[in-house]
T-cell receptor
Framework: DTTVKQNPRYKLARVGKPVNLICSQT?????MYWYQKKPNQAPKLLLF???????READTFEKFQSSRPNNSFCSLYIGSAGLEYSAMYLC??????????????FGPGTRLTVL | GDSVTQTEGLVTLTKGLPVMLNCTYQ??????LFWYVQHLNEAPKLLLK?????KRTEHQGFYATLHKSSSSFHLQKSSVQLSDSALYFC?????????????FGQGTILKVYL
């Protein structure tokens, strides 16, 4: 099974409220990623976990948190949502063994709308 | 830093015609290039990938050739079908101290009509 699952598929949030998005995979992949995708823009990497090590991109360092309680699950947490957080959030996973050539397997995304 | 450019935001074609979606990249390292396709309401999926200079890679009727001399990895198909309507992303694998990450182009929407 090469499925990456994301919950919920659609999320409506109020400005200033927290948001928690969930991703899971059953491929025993060591690396899990979160991307933000806005219309007419490239998917932007927010952060990724290699095993238990969290790596956050410099320009989004303070805006997003994440946790990975076990190998299969990874969450994306926004402490206080702003209008600019409205976007599609894509989760992906891959195996470190693939190196630079590793395929990333994506979930269908969570569409977050902040009002 | 590493970057990927896709020049067309939207390509519309009649079924049966050939298509080429452009992708160019910038990197100071050895390039690993990918094409991902995302159909409506589905997850992006790998279409094809390459790291070998001047070698054609094919999958599901699509093909692409990595040309290091021109930093390009254009996606082509000789005869598009209605089912090819989707969003196509070109991506470059970039090394980090903790593993691999993908740098994406902004994507090209391909719409195929009867």
């Amino acid at each position: 099974d090469t499925t990456v699952k994301q919950n919920p598929r659609y999320k409506l949030a109020r400005v200033g409220k927290p948001v928690n998005l969930i991703c899971s995979q059953t491929m025993n992949h060591d690396t899990m990623y979160w991307y933000q995708k806005k219309p007419n823009q490239a998917p932007k990497l927010l952060l990724f976990y290699y095993d238990k090590i969290l790596n956050r991109e410099a320009d989004t360092f303070e805006k997003f948190q994440s946790s990975r309680p076990n190998n299969s699950f990874c969450s994306l947490y926004i402490g206080s949502a702003g209008l600019e957080y409205s976007a599609m959030y894509l989760c992906a996973s891959s195996s470190f063994l693939g190196g630079h050539y590793a395929e990333q397997f994506f979930g269908p995304g969570t569409r977050l709308t902040v009002l | 830093g590493d970057s990927v450019t896709q020049t067309e935001g939207l390509v519309t074609l009649t079924k049966g015609l050939p298509v080429m979606l452009n992708c160019t990249y910038q990197t100071t390292y050895s390039p690993f290039l990918f094409w991902y396709v995302q159909h409506l309401n589905e997850a992006p999926k790998l279409l094809l990938k390459s790291s070998t200079d001047n070698k054609r890679t094919e999958h599901q009727g699509f093909y692409a050739t990595l040309h290091k001399s021109s930093s390009s990895f254009h996606l082509q198909k000789s005869s598009v079908q209605l089912s090819d309507s989707a969003l196509y992303f070109c991506a470059l694998s970039a090394a980090t101290s903790s593993g691999q990450k993908l740098v994406f182009g902004q994507g090209t929407i391909l719409k195929v009509y009867l």
